[in-house]
């Protein structure tokens, strides 16, 4: 009922491109913060970009001028458009909200706050 869904992940050749989105479930009728970030076996998710609700954004050094993160609020998604990609950007990307505002089924028709809110991830290989 309250979730982040990721897609477009897949295989690409050092140099290709690649566009992952993201989208709220219906539920959900107000989002905050949304970002993506990246995970490597045997390291830390780390923020790759993040885009505020009145569009402003932030990226990652090592990904500044070759990824564009946008959102269309009326559509609820988020996506990330990925260019020039090289063995450093594969991994597991994750969708990621910091507050987002829902209806609650069960409980009436009260929306209800959630903070910290993951996608389930998309895996993005690069090979060469």
């Known amino acids: 009922q309250v979730q982040l869904v990721e897609s477009g992940g897949g295989l690409v050749e050092a140099g290709g491109s690649l566009r992952l989105s993201c989208t709220a479930s219906?539920?959900?009728?107000?989002?905050?913060?949304l970002g993506w970030y990246r995970q490597v076996p045997g390291k830390s998710r780390e923020l790759v970009a993040d885009?505020?609700?009145?569009?402003?954004?932030t990226y990652a050094d090592s990904v500044k001028g070759r990824f564009t993160i946008s959102r269309v609020n009326a559509k609820k998604t988020v996506y990330l458009e990925m260019n020039n990609l090289n063995l450093e950007d594969a991994g597991v990307y994750y969708c990621?909200?910091?507050?987002?505002?829902?209806?609650?089924?069960?409980?009436?028709?009260?929306?209800?706050?959630?903070?910290?809110?993951w996608g389930q991830g998309t895996l993005v290989t690069v090979g060469s």
């Open positions: 990621h909200a910091d507050e987002v505002w829902a209806t609650v089924a069960g409980q009436g028709s009260s929306p209800y706050r959630y903070l910290d809110l």
């Open positions: 219906e539920s959900i009728f107000s989002i905050n913060i």
């Open positions: 885009i505020t609700s009145d569009h402003t954004t």
